[in-house]
């Protein structure tokens, strides 16, 4: 895995979005993998900024969003989809009907998940991957466990990452419990996948994936074994990192 230490947010967010116009530029017709949460958020303002200069053309690109709360719809303002179209979608010149995020009401959970990876397929699979992570590895709602599932699926979330989203929402009990994912396997096949993190809160969960370990109980330690993986980090997420 290659790491990439920047000095604060901004500077992460720039480095990102960076990757990502140059992935763009050479695949204008690429398939983007992306999260919600807040870490993205600046990396998306750079997009949107570099978009509107002409720097970025997202007119032939098509995305596929990692996950979905159950139960909320996309004219929900603390759904997945209403996230990326208020701080992606709705301001750069991207096809909605090539963006796609899991139906939070779908009524068919199966089917929907059956219909996501095959959607995946049909288009061609993910050629870069964005990544955020939990506090606890989660990636996308891949949450620890015993045992990961490698497709789409019907998750219950842990109470660390209940806890950890209830900033998003007037009161915890507004908070999901479900939510729709990618599975490892979805993730594991892009082609190349950036993971970033900012902040103290992140050090810890940073330092454990590069310590070479994996275990389901820390999803994220499974990127080890992925060809192309790149974490760009700000150095308050870099500091438990141990020097080689
Ligand atoms: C979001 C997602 C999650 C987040 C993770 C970190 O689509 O899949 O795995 O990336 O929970 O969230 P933040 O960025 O809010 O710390």
């Known amino acids: 895995m290659n790491i990439i230490i920047e000095k604060n947010y901004e500077a992460m967010s720039k480095k990102a979005a960076e990757i990502f116009s140059e992935f763009i530029e050479n695949k204008p017709d690429c398939i983007l993998g992306l999260a919600?949460?807040?870490?993205?958020?600046?990396?998306?303002?750079?997009?949107?900024?570099?978009?509107?200069?002409?720097?970025?053309?997202?007119?032939?690109?098509?995305?596929?969003?990692?996950?979905?709360?159950?139960?909320?719809?996309?004219?929900?303002?603390?759904?997945?989809?209403?996230?990326?179209?208020?701080?992606?979608?709705?301001?750069?010149?991207?096809?909605?009907?090539?963006?796609?995020?899991?139906?939070?009401l779908a009524k068919d959970i199966e089917e929907e998940c059956k219909n996501y990876d095959e959607r995946i397929e049909q288009i061609g699979g993910i050629d870069l991957q964005l990544l955020g992570i939990g506090n606890n590895g989660h990636i996308g709602f891949n949450e620890p466990a015993e045992f990961l599932n490698t497709k789409t699926h019907l998750t219950h979330l842990t109470e660390d990452t209940i806890q950890s989203n209830a900033r998003f929402f007037d009161k915890i009990e507004d908070v999901p419990t479900e939510a729709i994912t990618m599975g490892l396997g979805g993730i594991m096949k892009a082609k190349r996948i950036v993971l970033i993190a900012s902040g103290e809160g992140k050090a810890n969960i940073i330092s454990k994936i590069l310590e070479g370990k994996i275990t389901t109980d820390i999803p994220a330690t499974l990127l080890q074994v992925h060809p192309d993986v790149t974490i760009i980090v700000d150095e308050a997420a870099a500091k438990l990192i141990k020097q080689p």
């Open 36 to 104: 919600t949460g807040g870490t993205p958020v600046e990396m998306y303002k750079n997009l949107i900024r570099m978009n509107k200069e002409g720097k970025v053309d997202f007119s032939k690109v098509n995305s596929i969003n990692l996950d979905e709360y159950r139960g909320l719809s996309g004219d929900h303002d603390q759904s997945y989809r209403y996230f990326m179209n208020t701080n992606l979608f709705n301001n750069i010149n991207i096809n909605k009907a090539n963006t796609f995020v899991p139906n939070g």
